[in-house]
């Protein structure tokens, strides 16, 4: 299996992505959506955790990147229901957490509801470009 760091060839064109953006600071919304649209990614956006769970549910997506805090409903409540859904029926979803405060001590919680990854805010581009490679290499990969 590959690690992240194993995705780090800037020069590599990332095949397109649907991409769900789940934060409710528009700020991060625009700078995010803009970011990967010019990435060539069709992006959704929500404002929150209860607007993410809906829109897995109606959508495919390729990745979601998930602020986990957020109202109405969290990232971590949000990536929990997720994974309850997936267990009846629907596709596995790569969830990518988006936190400014991660601690190591909350790995764990994040791997209990169901994240598959973070990344720490603020983030680099080179980060979340990682993330996206990695995921358009796993994604090619199951084909």
């Excluded at 020069?11 to 990435?39: C, G, T, Y």
């Excluded at 060539?40 to 769970?53: I, K, Y």
């Excluded at 309850?84 to 764990?108: C, K, M, R, S």
């Amino acid at each position: 299996m590959n690690s992240l760091e194993d995705f780090t060839d800037h020069d590599e064109k990332i095949p397109s992505l649907k991409v769900l953006v789940a934060d409710d600071d528009i700020l991060n919304q625009r700078m995010m959506q803009l970011l990967l649209k010019h990435e060539g990614h069709v992006v959704d956006v929500v404002s929150n955790g209860l607007e993410a769970f809906d829109a897995v549910k109606f959508q495919e997506f390729d990745i979601v990147l998930m602020d986990l805090q957020m109202p109405v409903m969290d990232g971590i409540e949000a990536s929990h229901r997720i994974r309850e859904w997936e267990e009846n029926g629907g596709q596995h979803t790569f969830i990518v957490a988006l936190t400014a405060d991660y601690l190591p001590e909350q790995g764990q919680r994040l791997f209990e509801a169901g994240i598959d990854n973070y990344i720490p805010k603020p983030f680099e581009m080179e980060h979340l470009q990682r993330m996206l490679r990695y995921r358009a290499n796993a994604k090619s990969t199951a084909v």
